[in-house]
């Protein structure tokens, strides 16, 4: 395996990037076309494949069209230039607002950035930048911000259905610790609403008896889409709720709606008026989430970012000793280091007693591995702290291991 593989494998949930691009792609909206062939994406997607495709192909590009569409509504109305997309993914957004003047920087994993960078340089556009980055991980959300001078509009999409409810309070705490750096910044993020919308986009489209099913399809299609890497919630959780684990981290959220302005979406040129006419009612319902930094707000210090890994064979096993934040970005070191060593043991034993943190991704690791040994049984993961354990146990990866 290359570089490029391992880190794939070990975050799957990159795939969805280039799919939710595609949405915007069916949904007819002009960036997304334009943007589309530039990354291939007419090529890139085989409709067929998909889960419940026909369905989802319905579905899917109204509910991006929405969430795509109310960031954008609120980064043009919050007076900051600069933009930091968290998990952009394939999203057009940076190149329409690169277009519009703003100073947009795309951080999401690695192997997205450097398929990305080369063309936002083919587009001419200096104002454009992606970076490899890890939202979990300061230092690497510091070094993407600090590309900005000034106030920065901080967005994230779509991230929240695959993180962990430990990863989503590090998320915030590192988001909070940014606009500290950067006065009079904003968060906007339509994910606390996403159960929502999705109902409301599935009640509006079909019958009560059809509607457990669709929302089944559309939980299913994104767990294959992200290899089994989301965690969204089926039951929808009261927003306050949301709104209080924001206030931990020392933000102010304000439930807004998702469109105030009332537009005319794409979408509905495919929609029943009266179909059409319950969207509109969803658009007026405060899912999107606008933040600025709590007056009262204090700095929560961080793990300690730095990664190690160290390996010796003794017999037939393969022993690992790892430390450190074994996250997005150090995960794939874990797995190259299995692999080179695979066809020489039968068994593999990580010691992470030093380990200050364990993400989703380093958990997919070790799922990857049982995996790949004849006897799952023979990979021993020893001395996670109770800590680590206990986040290990909101992860949908580790609880199918």
């Not at 509006?204 to 294959?224: D, K, S």
């Not at 793990?303 to 037939?316: L, R, T, W, Y």
């Not at 995960?331 to 695979?342: A, R």
């Amino acid at each position: 395996m290359g570089n490029d593989t391992f880190r794939e494998e070990s975050n799957k949930a990159f795939e969805t990037a280039k799919l939710t691009s595609y949405w915007l792609y069916l949904a007819g909206i002009p960036e997304a076309i334009e943007y589309g062939k530039l990354i291939g994406l007419e090529d890139g997607v085989d409709p067929e494949v998909i889960p419940y495709s026909k369905d989802m192909c319905f579905l899917n590009p109204i509910i991006h069209e929405i969430r795509y569409t109310s960031v954008n509504y609120y980064v043009r109305n919050s007076g900051c230039k600069n933009v930091l997309d968290i998990a952009c993914g394939y999203s057009p957004r940076g190149m329409q607002l690169a277009k519009e003047g703003y100073h947009y920087v795309g951080a999401d994993l690695p192997v997205v950035a450097d398929e990305l960078e080369p063309i936002a340089r083919k587009a001419g556009l200096d104002n454009l930048e992606y970076v490899g980055a890890d939202a979990t991980n300061y230092e690497s959300l510091k070094a993407a911000a600090d590309k900005l001078d000034g106030p920065i509009c901080i967005v994230v999409e779509g991230l929240g259905m695959y993180l962990t409810k430990a990863e989503a309070a590090t998320v915030r705490d590192n988001i909070a610790r940014i606009m500290s750096e950067h006065e009079g910044s904003t968060y906007i993020t339509p994910d606390p609403g996403n159960g929502y919308l999705f109902f409301d986009c599935i009640t509006a489209n079909y019958p009560p008896e059809r509607m457990r099913e669709v929302f089944g399809m559309l939980f299913t299609m994104y767990n294959w889409a992200s290899n089994g890497g989301i965690t969204m919630e089926t039951d929808k959780r009261p927003l306050e709720e949301d709104a209080k684990m924001f206030k931990e981290s020392g933000l102010d959220a304000k439930m807004s709606p998702l469109r105030p302005d009332n537009p005319q979406l794409l979408s509905f040129s495919k929609l029943a008026p009266e179909v059409t006419a319950k969207i509109r009612e969803a658009l007026m319902h405060p899912f999107t989430f606008v933040s600025t930094l709590s007056p009262d707000y204090v700095v929560k210090e961080g793990n300690d970012n730095d990664f190690n890994i160290e390996s010796n064979i003794e017999g037939d096993t393969l022993f690992v000793k790892v430390s450190g934040r074994l996250d997005v970005l150090s995960s794939p070191k874990l797995l190259e280091c299995f692999e080179s060593n695979k066809e020489k043991v039968k068994e593999v034993e990580v010691d992470c007693k030093g380990l200050t943190y364990l993400s989703s991704s380093g958990n997919r690791v070790f799922h990857l591995i049982r995996k790949e040994l004849s006897d799952p049984d023979k990979l021993r993961v020893i001395n996670l702290s109770e800590e680590l354990e206990k986040q290990s146990q909101d992860d949908e990866i580790i609880q199918h291991m």
